[in-house]
């Protein structure tokens, strides 16, 4: 039932992290010379090919996205890797920084050399500061070998710089448009779209922004002549992807597996199933804002098509295992919490929405709560992602409505708490 395999994180344990000259020892900025000997066009072909989508939750075509990103014009892009993976139970990215930042370092120069980027940004979650010595160091030894600052690689005019910047631990700063805000030095708080960040993203520049992992991806990608990515997967979920299971499990922790890889096979195998053997309550997929499923999902193989047949998604790659001694209310309770406090206020569904729906599942909890607070609870969370003004608020009852349609006795009034 081992399912892990070694892709994307085939570097892993290769080399001295803090040392250029042992990246380079295993190939290191072999696939960035590769790249800038192709068209930008064609490595954006190559991602389509792979159907790799991004791995920050949204799930967009990467392949179109840079394809779309570099068309836009003007010669001074920006790329953004967005590192503040703030979805709970979510810590995949995490692993590729902190086990492979010459990489890491090495997709963010490929992206620049498709899009024309001139400036790259890492914007790091707060708590991940003990890694910003990690990546401060490869980008100094980046600059002094030459693969940042001007005329990079001997190639005119191919001048990129790379900046970090940490955050100051809010969630509402992974949504592109704060995190973008964020870096300018304003209040990390979303803005209306249009315009689109592609277009007019950190300071008025044309923007790339992709998630720690879907980049890393790239210089493996560049590289993989056999098409060994290929050879892993199942339909139009190919290759392998980040994983992170938490929660009740035995073994909490990041794995790499090809997609189709049984949920069975994630949770009883690479993590060694439920602490104490316990029963499973539910399992919540990618991240606060996920959807849930019982155990019936554990035969369903992990890829985007099955996963959303059964009604959940991919998301963030995460799985928080849930077992019976936490009740469902109560795991509400606690997300809602989450919610409650990372809403950034600038908008009345999200702000309002959130608190209300606390309120009444503590009314479901003490058994007060009334048929019409049910009703009431059901309108918000469909008003609220109607009606929100960014992702945060469009998805925050992602989890609380498919609670209702998988476990609807816990919202019959009067009925037993599961
Ligand atoms: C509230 C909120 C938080 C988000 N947090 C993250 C995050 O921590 N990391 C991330 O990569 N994407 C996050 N996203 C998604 C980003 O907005 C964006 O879609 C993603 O970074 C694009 O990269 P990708 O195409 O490689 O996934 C978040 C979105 C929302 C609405
Ligand atoms: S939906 Fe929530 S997080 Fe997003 S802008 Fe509105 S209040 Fe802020």
Not at 181 to 192: D, L, Q, V
Not at 287 to 308: N, V
Not at 350 to 359: A, F, P, Q, T
Not at 387 to 402: D, K, W
Request: hydrophobic share 40%; aromatic share 8%; with cysteine.
């Amino acid at each position: 039932m081992n399912n892990k395999v070694s892709f994307l994180t085939q570097n892993f344990g290769k080399y001295d992290t803090s040392s250029i000259d042992s990246y380079m020892k295993i190939g290191g900025f072999s696939a960035l010379r590769k790249a800038v000997k192709m068209e930008g066009e064609d490595i954006a072909t190559l991602i389509a090919e792979n159907k790799v989508r991004g791995r920050g939750g949204a799930e967009y075509d990467m392949g179109r996205k840079w394809s779309q990103a570099r068309k836009v014009p003007g010669n001074n892009h920006i790329i953004i890797c967005n590192a503040d993976e703030g979805e709970t139970t979510t810590f995949k990215d995490r692993e590729l920084i902190k086990n492979d930042p010459f990489n890491l370092i090495e997709a963010m120069i490929i992206a620049a050399y498709v899009m024309r980027a001139t400036d790259g940004y890492i914007y790091m979650r707060a708590e991940y500061a003990c890694f910003r010595p990690l990546l401060l160091n490869a980008i100094r030894q980046a600059h002094k070998y030459g693969f940042l600052g001007k005329n990079i690689l001997g190639i005119e005019g191919f001048d990129y710089e790379i900046h970090l910047y940490s955050g100051a631990g809010a969630y509402v700063c992974g949504e592109g448009t704060a995190l973008i805000r964020s870096i300018e030095g304003k209040a990390g708080r979303p803005r209306m779209k249009p315009p689109f960040v592609k277009v007019s993203g950190a300071f008025a520049r044309p923007t790339c922004l992709q998630n720690v992992e879907s980049l890393s991806l790239v210089p493996h990608l560049l590289l993989d002549d056999e098409k060994v990515y290929q050879s892993y997967g199942v339909g139009d979920s190919v290759g392998t992807k980040m994983i992170s299971v938490g929660g009740n499990v035995r073994h909490p922790g990041a794995f790499e597996i090809p997609f189709g890889t049984t949920v069975r096979d994630i949770i009883y195998g690479l993590a060694g199933g439920i602490q104490g053997d316990r029963k499973i309550r539910l399992i919540q997929f990618g991240g606060a804002s996920g959807k849930i499923a019982t155990d019936d999902i554990l035969d369903t193989p992990y890829t985007y098509q099955d996963l959303r047949a059964h009604g959940v998604m991919v998301g963030s790659g995460a799985l928080c295992v849930v077992d019976e001694r936490t009740s469902v209310i109560d795991f509400l309770r606690i997300n809602q919490d989450f919610f409650s406090e990372e809403s950034c206020g600038q908008c009345t569904p999200c702000r309002e929405g959130n608190l209300h729906i606390k309120i009444i599942l503590d009314k479901i909890k003490a058994g007060t709560a009334t048929k019409e607070d049910i009703a009431v609870m059901e309108k918000i969370a469909r008003v609220m992602s109607m009606s929100s003004l960014c992702g945060l608020g469009e998805t925050a009852q992602n989890t609380l409505r498919s609670a209702i349609e998988v476990f609807p006795e816990v919202f019959a009034v009067g009925g037993a708490e599961a």
